[in-house]
């Protein structure tokens, strides 16, 4: 047996990178569970906690069981942020102000809760009634059918995880200077969910697709008819009808009672409420894809149907949301997610990008879902820059900001995903910088 506990941290073989990066396996052996430095951040000994000065909440009953249960009235911080939008433009086109952020930092796992998933209504959420609502696929069909949420529920329904994000996510980083922004504010136009519902596949073949039809467009019921154009090719891969969201019915932000979901796809194109599927041979060329969620280029040209999102990751802790009070390990832990597949692989540097260590992927990896990564790192009080990069199984690598920025320039404000990075002070304040 080891004669110094504190041996295994620091011999050199455990280090994965520079800076204090252990290997990823580090936190699964018992061997680390024993040693003195893990005591610093983690919990204290068990007879401290059960000692006194604790209320006894054995002494009474307890409340009773409700038919809607809601969380622990403690959890009073882990609340999406509204943050409002007054601009002129969204005055103009009539936009609810607010967009409303998941609390990355107060997750862990995979699955956002549902009254967490992040939100953008452009025109309010709809009340609708189900038993009014049906969905209607025509076009270039040889059977025009509709549906409403019962014969839905008649065909059979898959199940899967899948991840969703607004194309706006992380926007303000295409800007010069670093904000000040916390890590729900750049990064939380982004959940996960196990979603389910019909395969549009199968609606479309009830419907007999005509050989001339190429794109969907799909229209939504709420006060500004979302309305975008798909390539069939989706439609017929993995595109679903949702109807709902971690097992429960979706919620009226979330489209109740039925969505489109674009597995990968930026998040507009998933449209809620959904009430009309048209098969066309061309794109409708709606505000949504032509003056809105195209991609500026440096030449002012832009790029139209960039629906496909890119492998991106970014550390949900340690980040902005806190602060390193002492010395010790600390578990590095994250989300990466590819529009394009399953994360291969997440690589983590804390000192500025030199060096990189592989971090341990949560499994099981779901294709187009959030994949969580950790790695133990040794802070010993020093200023360090906290970094990132995912892979995809297709060897699709996150870019630098400079890769990006080379490629794409500043003028747009969709589709960022480079390398994100917190600054450690050697105080524990962290905030995001550029490196
Ligand atoms: N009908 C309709 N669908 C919509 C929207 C909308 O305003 N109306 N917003 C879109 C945008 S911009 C995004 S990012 C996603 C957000 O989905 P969520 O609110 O469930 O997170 O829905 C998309 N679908
Ligand atoms: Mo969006």
């Known amino acids: 047996m080891s004669k110094n506990k504190n041996s295994l941290i620091i011999d050199t073989t ?18 680390i569970a024993t040693t003195a430095a893990l005591a610093t951040t983690r919990a204290a000994h068990s007879q401290e906690i059960v000692g006194e000065g604790q209320d006894d909440w054995t002494l009474y009953p307890g409340s009773d069981a409700l038919e809607y249960s809601n969380r622990s009235r403690f959890e009073v911080d882990s609340v999406k942020r509204l943050i409002p939008n007054d601009s002129q433009e969204f005055l103009d086109l009539r936009l609810t102000k607010y967009v409303a952020r998941t609390p990355l930092d107060h997750l862990l796992g995979t699955i956002t809760p549902n009254g967490l998933h992040f939100e953008r209504s452009h025109q309010g959420i709809p009340d609708i009634d189900p038993d009014k609502h049906f969905l209607v696929i025509h076009g270039k069909v040889k059977n025009p059918l509709k549906f409403d949420i019962s014969a839905l529920e008649n065909y059979p329904t898959v199940s899967r995880n899948y991840y969703m994000e607004c194309s706006g996510n992380s926007a303000v980083l295409f800007d010069e200077t670093p904000t000040d922004q916390s890590l729900q504010e750049i990064h939380g136009l982004l959940s996960g969910s196990e979603w389910t519902g019909v395969l549009l596949s199968t609606l479309l073949d009830e419907c007999g697709i005509s050989p001339d039809a190429k794109w969907i467009i799909a229209e939504g019921a709420d006060n500004g008819m979302m309305t975008r154009s798909i390539p069939l090719d989706k439609a017929l891969d993995d595109a679903m009808i949702a109807i709902r969201q971690n097992g429960e019915r979706i919620r009226p932000s ?12 930026e998040g507009n194109t998933s449209v809620k409420w959904l009430r009309s599927i048209y098969l066309s041979d061309r794109p409708v060329m709606s505000v949504q894809e032509t003056a809105k969620y195209t991609d500026m280029m440096p030449d002012d040209k832009a790029l139209q149907f960039t ?48 060096t990189w260590a592989d971090t341990a992927l949560e499994g099981p990896i779901h294709s187009k879902m959030l994949t969580r990564f950790r790695i133990p790192w040794m802070w010993e009080g020093s200023s360090a820059i906290l970094q990132s990069r995912a892979i995809d199984e297709f060897g699709r690598r996150q870019p630098s900001r400079k890769e990006l920025l080379d490629a ?28």
């Open 254 to 265: 979330q489209g109740y009672p039925m969505r489109l979901l674009n597995p990968g796809f």
């Open 408 to 435: 794409r320039g500043t003028n747009g404000i969709y589709h960022y995903h480079a390398i994100h990075s917190w600054d450690v002070a050697p105080n524990g304040e962290i905030k995001h910088v550029y490196a």
């Open 14 to 31: 455990n280090h994965a990178a520079k800076g204090g990066l252990l290997n990823r396996r580090l936190f699964l052996s018992s061997a």
């Open 307 to 354: 629906l496909e999102q890119d492998v991106k990751s970014i550390i949900t802790r340690p980040s902005s949301a806190m602060s390193l009070k002492k010395k010790g390990v600390y578990e590095i832990t994250g989300l990466a997610w590819s529009g394009k597949g399953k994360i291969a692989r997440v690589e983590v540097s804390v000192d500025g990008g030199n």
